[in-house]
């Protein structure tokens, strides 16, 4: 029982989680690539829409696989469970020594990037700022679970005031003279031009699993956890399809598809020569948000493998601080990964690398729901996932097109991302016949 994380994280908390990690900077610099490699608005937006299908119905299929196996740890858990420790374990290798650090690294240097936009910042103040609001969360997350619930909460109604702001203005200032608007229909594109840009949508709708590594300090997770995925994903999909429709009616179609940041330049046109200023502020709100979220999720997965004697030092990783009742080790140890990559500048590198292995990882996490019930593990007392067998088969096939796309596009890095995955297997031969 000293060793047990206290139930403290709300279903509010958690549609936070949801929510803000999903909704990053993606959105922001989205439109104008999904718009280039559909060729028509309406396309565009309907690669939006399937895009955000495919991600909420992976999401449900999980979300029952959740319900069933609340545990700590999220799809680490999961794939343990139901496929063997070594499954397992390969994930909870690349999520905690390279995925989840390198993702929150990532978050803290976007946000000194972002920064830099009020104030001039050389490379390594720029690092130092990171390294510095890396630091600030942390000790928040330590001090509480509840606390960087609190945040997390805070940070996504935040980072929403932007957009709602924006989908206001532009629906209120109405279609502007040389806007793109709606059109061009679907039958003019082709399905590899449409499967790319669905490719890009999903990129942005990435961050739903993290709220399943918190379903062992869920309050009732078998009931709310399932809720908060399908509500905070439903929500996304609205605000993409909102926000791209303003995203149409305020720019010209070239200077949409050629733009780097249309999200900012949709703010300009709206908002003045002080648009940009603000959008900019409220992506810092949404980095923030989306760095403490990731460092709040990615804790739990080191922490639950040393619980099982999986990791180096696992009795130390693994130890719940008796004062605050949080995972403080494993909060450190991945705050300590994050500042490596933040100094050594690899963590882009590193997560191009390894988007094509977790989707691996996804894919299975989907397929296990027929083998949750094959194994009769799935109470009918518990959620369960709606048209089943069909909603699964829809995030199956999502997850396969992903992989067919990304080895086609990127060969070389799809079989450098299973390299370093593959590296975990020495280490768990290790670890197993040590124990």
Sequence with gaps: MDNELKKTVSPLQGLALVVG???????????????????????????WI???????????????IASNLPRAGGLYAYLEELYGPRWGFLLGWVQSIISYPASVAAQAI?????????????????????????????????????????????????????????????????????????????????????????LGTLWAYDGWIGVTNMAGE??????????VIFAGIIFVIGVYALFNIVIFRTLPADQLAASATPGSDAATALFGKHGAA?????????????????LMTAARVPQAMAERGQLPLSRVI?????????????????????VVYILSGTFNTLTDLLVFVLWIFFTMGVFAVFILRKRGLSSKENYRVPLYPVTPIIGIAGGIFILVSTVLETPVRSLIGIGITLLGLPVYAFISRKK
């Design 21 to 47: 990690m999903i909704i990053g900077s993606g959105i922001f610099l989205k439109p104008g690539i999904v718009l280039n490699a559909a060729g028509s608005t309406n396309s565009a937006l309907f690669a």
């Design 50 to 64: 399937l895009g955000g299908i495919i991600t909420l119905a992976s999401a449900l299929s999980v979300a029952e």
């Design 110 to 198: 976007a946000f000194s990037v972002y920064a830099g936009y009020f104030v001039e910042l050389t490379v390594w103040q720029g690092r130092l700022l990171a390294l510095a609001v890396l630091a600030l969360l942390l000790g928040l997350n330590v001090l509480s679970t509840r606390c960087g619930g609190f945040i997390q909460v805070a940070a996504t109604i935040g980072k929403l005031v932007p957009v709602a702001a924006i989908l206001f203005m532009g629906f209120y200032k109405g279609s502007m003279p040389g806007a793109a608007g709606l059109n061009g229909g679907l039958l003019g594109t082709s399905g590899g031009a449409l499967g790319v840009a669905i």
């Design 218 to 227: 869920m309050k009732n997770p078998r009931r709310s956890l399932p809720r």
């Design 278 to 294: 603000f959008l900019t502020a409220g992506i810092m709100v949404s980095v923030f948000g989306a760095l403490n979220g990731y």
């Design 318 to 338: 693994g130890k719940i601080n008796p004062r605050f009742g949080t995972p403080a080790n494993a909060l450190v140890m991945q705050a300590l990964l994050a």
